[in-house]
């Protein structure tokens, strides 16, 4: 199971709230509501990122799973179709049985492939979720230091650039849903 992803951001929320009661400046506390609130979403996309990558991982076992079996069901039918042949060429009977066998070994590894190309497409589908979700957490975790840092120098152009780097972060998160 991946390790799910972590937000170590507490630290930077201590400081500014620190820092927005000592300051007399409204803003400063718009700052440190604002970075706990990008926090509170950074924690959400790193839940579902990490639920799409075990997602991934099952679906990928699943399909391996499949091959495995599909490959069983060939040496299954090519073991019997040596029978076959070598009683053909001994002029013997082949039993109906052993025939349809074969063509149900066929059949079976038909099904088992569908089954498995289904199974790696919805990994893939899963760990596109996951990367999309994974830049959302690295884009909120950009807007939460960044937003520390107008806290820290009292500057309020960079609580914009924070919240910029935080409405991407929505974005990714909106995209990973």
Do not use: C
Not at 89 to 108: L, M, W
């Amino acid at each position: 199971m991946p390790e799910e992803i972590e937000v170590p951001t507490e630290h930077l929320h201590e400081h500014m709230e620190h820092h927005a009661h000592e300051s007399g400046e409204k803003w400063v506390m718009g700052v440190a509501l604002s970075s706990a609130l990008l926090a509170a979403f950074a924690a959400v996309s790193a839940l579902l990122a990490g639920h799409h990558a075990n997602e991934a991982m099952i679906e990928r076992i699943k399909s391996s799973d499949q091959w495995a079996f599909y490959q069983a069901k060939g040496i299954k039918s090519a073991v019997l179709d040596m029978k076959i042949e070598m009683l053909r060429a001994q002029h013997r009977s082949i039993s109906p049985k052993d025939e349809e066998k074969v063509k149900q070994y066929k059949e079976d590894q038909e099904k088992l492939k569908k089954e498995a190309e289904n199974d790696a497409e919805a990994s893939e589908a899963h760990l596109n979720h996951h990367v999309i979700l994974a830049r959302a957490v690295t884009f909120f975790q950009v807007a939460i230091a960044i937003g520390a840092i107008a806290a820290l120098t009292r500057r309020k152009l960079f609580w914009f650039v924070s919240m910029g780097f935080g409405g991407i972060g929505l974005i990714f998160l909106v995209m990973g849903l």
